[in-house]
């Protein structure tokens, strides 16, 4: 059971909106899926997973001040960015959107024939009007048991030994981090059945940890896929992250401003 500083956030109380051949499952309120006691997790504004038929177009968007991390979990997606060449996501790969002073963008399935699985993060800035950027991560393996920095920015810059984008146009080119406009850094883990991994969070900064694939339990707190676990700055931190002994568990960790 999660202890009161932290907060559970089920994958069933997620809204979800099913439109243009995308089911989408938000946990935070997000266009027609309003749930106003989840309107965000400090900088967090939006974290949906979600799954596109082969072929899928979204609808266009114009995004501003905010940075938006993809990371394709299954397929490969197509980016079009106003100012910006089309680029193209594939299976485990990520990318970062610099909305900036604004940007407009539409994102689609890259395949005619294949599924796409998709997570989509926005964070708030800490900056506003700065010019829009983008950037891609090739495919890269999350190791075993271990922590892979995704994307970082302020006091990780260096610890993260950062690539990828300054904020106008890049490609990180090997498998350091997307470089993020906000003192937050985003981890993923794989961990094989039965196995643990300590969190290392930052001691004084808000988190969430969001159970991707399998199922798993933090601190003793059990979570299914879909499930996400929050704190603040001012709560004790998690420590570990155990997948149960029947299966294999895949999850996200966010650490970001108090």
């Given at each position: 059971?999660?202890?009161?500083?932290?907060?559970?956030?089920?994958?069933?109380?997620r809204g979800r909106i099913v439109a243009g051949g995308v089911d989408?499952?938000?946990?935070?309120?997000?266009?027609?899926?309003?749930?106003?006691?989840?309107?965000?997790?400090?900088?967090?504004?939006?974290?949906?997973?979600?799954?596109?038929?082969?072929?899928?177009?979204?609808?266009?968007?114009?995004?501003?001040?905010?940075?938006?991390?993809?990371?394709?979990?299954?397929?490969?997606?197509?980016?079009?960015?106003?100012?910006?060449?089309?680029?193209?996501?594939?299976a485990r790969g990520a990318a970062w959107i610099g909305a900036g002073?604004?940007?407009?963008?539409?994102?689609?399935?890259?395949?005619?024939?294949?599924?796409?699985?998709?997570?989509?993060?926005?964070?708030?800035?800490?900056?506003?009007?700065?010019?829009?950027?983008?950037?891609?991560?090739?495919?890269?393996?999350?190791?075993?048991?271990?922590?892979?920095?995704?994307?970082?920015?302020?006091?990780?810059?260096?610890?993260?030994?950062?690539?990828?984008?300054?904020?106008?146009?890049?490609?990180?080119?090997?498998?350091?981090?997307?470089?993020?406009?906000?003192?937050?850094?985003?981890?993923?883990?794989?961990?094989?059945?039965?196995?643990?991994?300590?969190?290392?969070?930052?001691?004084?900064?808000?988190?969430?940890?969001?159970?991707?694939?399998?199922?798993?339990?933090?601190?003793?707190?059990?979570?299914?896929?879909?499930?996400?676990?929050?704190?603040?700055?001012?709560?004790?931190?998690?420590?570990?992250?155990?997948?149960?002994?029947?299966?294999?568990?895949?999850?996200?960790?966010?650490?970001?401003?108090?």
């Open positions: 059971m999660a202890p009161a500083s932290v907060l559970l956030r089920r994958a069933a109380a989408a499952r938000h946990a935070f309120s997000r266009g027609d899926a309003i749930d106003r006691a989840w309107m965000g997790w400090g900088a967090l504004r939006v974290l949906s997973t979600q799954a596109w038929e082969p072929g899928a177009v979204g609808e266009g968007m114009r995004i501003a001040n905010m940075e938006l991390v993809l990371l394709v979990l299954e397929g490969r997606l197509r980016i079009d960015c106003a100012g910006f060449d089309p680029r193209e996501v594939t002073h604004g940007t407009d963008c539409r994102l689609a399935n890259a395949s005619a024939t294949a599924p796409l699985r998709l997570l989509e993060a926005w964070i708030q800035p800490d900056r506003v009007n700065a010019a829009p950027g983008i950037a891609v991560r090739p495919a890269c393996a999350t190791a075993s048991g271990a922590w892979l920095t995704l994307a970082a920015g302020g006091e990780f810059h260096e610890s993260a030994d950062r690539a990828g984008c300054d904020g106008v146009d890049g490609a990180a080119g090997d498998d350091r981090p997307l470089l993020l406009r906000q003192d937050a850094r985003l981890r993923s883990a794989g961990l094989e059945a039965g196995a643990s991994l300590a969190l290392d969070v930052v001691a004084g900064r808000r988190g969430w940890l969001q159970l991707l694939e399998g199922a798993a339990a933090v601190d003793g707190q059990a979570l299914s896929a879909g499930d996400g676990l929050a704190w603040d700055a001012h709560a004790p931190a998690p420590a570990t992250l155990v997948a149960t002994s029947g299966a294999a568990a895949h999850a996200l960790l966010f650490e970001l401003p108090a």
